[in-house]
C-alpha cells in the first residue's frame, strides 16, 4: 500500500511539472515583436525636439504595456502605458508615454536609486544572442534610475553614477524629485507624462557597437511597475509565465527586431 501511495504522489508530481511547463510554453508561444527604426541624425547630438521629429518621421511604431500577469497584485488598477524605440549608429532611444491615477519620483539621482519603488519604467535587452548578457534599464518618471548587467539575476554589475551620466532622458515631468502625487478617485481625471532615454550603444554592446544589433532580431521585453506607490502594480509588453512577480526572466522575453 505504502508504495502505491508513493507511486500516486509521484503520478501527482509529474502532472504538476509537465503542466508548469505546458504553462509556461503556452507563454513562450506568445512572444511578441517589436521592430526598432534605424535613423540618422544630422546633429551628433540632436536636440529633444530633433529627437521626437525623428520618432514620427521614422514611423516608430508605440507598443502597449498592458499584461497583467499577476492581476491580483494590481488590485484592479491599470494605467496605460507604451514604448517605441529607434538607433542610430550609436545611441539607442527609448520613448515611453504612460496615463496613470498617481505619480511618485522619491528619487531624484542615480546614487542609490531604487526606481522600482516609484513609478517605473524598464527595458530589459539581450543585444548579443551569443554571450545572452542582459541588460535592465530601469528608471522613474523623471529619469533617475539603474543599468546593470551580467547572465543571470544574482550576478548584475551596475553602471555607476558617473557612467550613467552619459545616458541621457528626458521627461515631460522634469528632473526633480517631488514625493507623490495623487488624484482623487471620484475626479475621473488621470496624470499623462512621457520620457525618452538615449542610452551610448557601447553600455550595451561594446567596442563593436552598431554592429551588435544592426540588422538583427534580439531579445527583450518592456515593464511598468511602482512596487511602492499608492497603488502596487506590475504590467509587461511580453507575457511572463512566473507565479508571482518577476522580471529577470529571459525565457519570456520577446523579440525586438533592429531593421538595418
Not at 119 to 124: A, I, P, R, S, V
Not at 144 to 166: F, N
Request: proline residues 5%.
Amino acid at each position: 500500500m505504502k508504495s502505491m501511495f508513493n507511486l500516486k504522489l509521484l503520478a501527482i508530481a509529474v502532472m504538476t511539472v509537465a503542466g508548469s511547463f505546458c504553462f509556461a510554453q503556452n507563454k513562450m508561444d506568445e512572444k511578441k515583436t517589436a521592430v526598432v527604426k534605424h535613423v540618422t541624425f544630422g546633429n551628433e547630438v540632436p536636440t529633444m525636439a530633433e529627437i521626437s521629429e525623428m520618432f514620427t518621421k521614422s514611423g516608430a511604431e508605440s507598443y502597449k504595456v498592458d499584461v497583467a500577469n499577476w492581476p491580483e497584485r494590481n488590485g484592479g488598477y491599470s494605467p496605460e502605458a507604451s514604448f517605441s524605440m529607434i538607433y542610430s549608429d550609436t545611441d539607442l532611444y527609448i520613448r515611453y508615454k504612460v496615463k496613470e491615477k498617481a505619480l511618485k519620483a522619491v528619487y531624484g539621482s542615480d546614487e542609490g536609486a531604487k526606481p522600482w519603488t516609484d513609478d517605473c519604467m524598464e527595458l530589459f535587452i539581450i543585444p548579443n544572442l551569443e554571450d545572452m548578457v542582459y541588460f535592465n534599464i530601469e528608471m522613474n518618471c523623471i529619469g533617475k534610475g539603474i543599468i546593470g548587467r551580467g547572465a543571470l539575476r544574482k550576478d548584475r554589475i551596475r553602471y555607476t553614477p558617473e557612467e550613467l551620466k552619459r545616458v541621457r532622458r528626458f521627461s515631460t515631468l522634469g528632473g526633480e524629485a517631488f514625493g507623490i502625487r495623487e488624484l482623487p478617485a471620484e475626479s475621473g481625471e488621470w496624470y499623462e507624462w512621457s520620457m525618452t532615454i538615449v542610452v551610448p550603444l557601447d553600455m550595451l554592446c561594446g567596442e563593436k557597437g552598431v554592429d551588435i544589433v544592426k540588422g538583427k532580431t534580439v531579445l527583450g521585453n518592456v515593464y511598468k511597475c511602482g512596487d511602492e506607490m499608492p497603488q502596487s502594480h506590475y504590467l509587461t509588453w511580453s507575457p511572463i509565465g512566473t507565479p508571482k512577480p518577476d522580471y529577470h526572466v529571459p525565457e519570456y522575453f520577446g523579440y525586438l527586431k533592429f531593421e538595418e
